[in-house]
């Protein structure tokens, strides 16, 4: 009947020491970096209704969410993502506020992953939403912003990896594939399944347009993947992009975050959600995603707004096990203080006098002195105070 009282859930863990302290240093620095630049923070519930997150278009699919009913029979869903939410709280209680919205957030998301697929169904993320602005400048902000962030976690082998979803868009456009082929496509490119792309596109008409998707996977580098394209289709929306993305990447250059930027147009989002640029974000020692974002200007019109938007989101626990390789953690007492009986407050005293000179100490709750030493040998603190008419000093 107990069996599973002393194990944790599929998909997820315990947090201990040196992981508590790594990702609250993460969590931390992101937010000295977002904070100064205007973004306020928003906590939505753990808990929403089912059906924030399932509009048609941008929908996650029902079979990936935690799900559970209220006191009144209604669907409800453990949160998978943490943009729908915002998105839902900025229709609503912020309709009235100034645009842009600009907030950010720093909250556990909840998504079912087969059981061995190695990711985690709980992932603490931190993120930001700029909401009801589009254009340009937005885009350099929020790309300026991953990169601040990735960097003030001290990551220096990391890269972003920045596409735009319109070259996709237009592609499939010329080939007019309905909504089902579409779909399957973006799949196969997103997984960079050549031998099924290949045979899929193999079938087309017009094979300028299915060489140009075929190849899509490939094209990831510098700025010689744009040249590439425009050789391999003229479409004036792709041109359009083109000249788009050239000018972020100087912009972005002239930030002096070029060595850390490349181009990936095989990244083509989920469904319908992302209308613009697309990033993700990777460092070294994790082999998946640490930060994903990108443009999402139809969004919010699922929930009574038609506003445009950008943001992005990192996993947290990812970042902070590559942080907490580079560590030293301080995790012990510099001092034990044991009071003798009627010495209590003394040794409370003594404690914050030692904390206010910048030593960690922590209070003996020992009955005796023997077991005091005992307690501070087995533990590994070095000093013992010893605390009566007079202080002692032992060092154990």
């Known amino acids: 009947m107990n069996q599973n009282r002393l194990i944790t859930p599929e998909g997820t863990r315990d947090l201990l020491f040196e992981d508590c302290i790594s990702r609250h240093l993460v969590e931390s620095k ?3 970096v977002l904070v100064p630049r205007g973004f306020s923070e928003v906590i939505t519930p753990a808990l929403e209704f089912y059906d924030v997150f399932s509009p048609e278009n941008h929908g996650i699919p029902q079979e990936n969410m935690y799900k559970l009913v209220d006191m009144k029979g209604r669907l409800m869903a453990v949160k998978p993502d943490l943009t729908m939410p915002i998105a839902r709280l900025a229709c609503t209680r912020l309709r009235d506020h100034p645009l842009p919205l600009r907030l950010y957030y720093n909250q556990n998301a909840y998504r079912i992953n087969p059981a061995d697929s190695g990711h985690s169904d709980e992932v603490d993320q931190i993120g930001i939403e700029v909401i009801g602005v589009g254009g340009r400048r937005a885009d350099l902000e929020a790309l300026d912003l991953a990169i601040r962030s990735m960097e003030s976690c001290g990551l220096n082998n990391y890269r972003i990896e920045i596409g735009h979803i319109g070259v996709f868009n237009a592609l499939t456009a ?35 347009t299915a060489a140009a998707l075929k190849r899509l996977p490939a094209l990831f580098g510098g700025e010689e993947v744009l040249d590439e394209l425009k050789t391999l289709v003229d479409d004036e929306e792709i041109n359009r992009v083109v000249d788009y993305l050239r000018s972020l990447l ?16 095989g990244i083509v989002g989920r469904n319908e959600y992302y209308t613009g640029i697309v990033f993700q974000g990777y460092t070294e020692g994790i082999g998946d995603t640490v930060l994903t974002g990108g443009r999402y200007d139809t969004l919010l019109s699922d929930y009574g707004m038609d506003l445009p938007a ?16 580079e560590m030293s953690f301080q995790m012990l007492p510099d001092v034990l203080v044991f009071p003798y009986p009627g010495f209590e407050v003394k040794a409370m005293k003594e404690i914050q006098k030692l904390i206010s000179m910048g030593f960690q100490a922590e209070f003996c709750i020992c009955e005796t002195s023997d077991e005091a030493k005992t307690y501070a040998a ?8 010893f605390v009566g008419e007079d202080i002692v000093e032992v060092r154990v």
């Not at 912009?251 to 990936?264: F, V, W």
């Open 310 to 325: 950008i943001g992005f989101g990192i996993d947290v626990d990812a970042v902070a096990r590559v942080v907490r390789r």
């Open 250 to 265: 100087a912009d972005l250059k002239e930030l002096g975050a070029d060595r850390h930027i490349s181009l990936d147009l």
């Open 30 to 32: 992101i937010k000295d």
């Open 174 to 208: 010329r080939l007019k594939l309905d909504a089902r082929h579409k779909e399957q496509l973006r799949e196969l490119i997103m997984t960079k399944n050549y031998p099924a792309l290949n045979d899929q596109m193999d079938r087309m008409k017009d094979m300028q």
């Open 378 to 385: 087995g533990k590994g603190i070095p000093t013992l105070y």
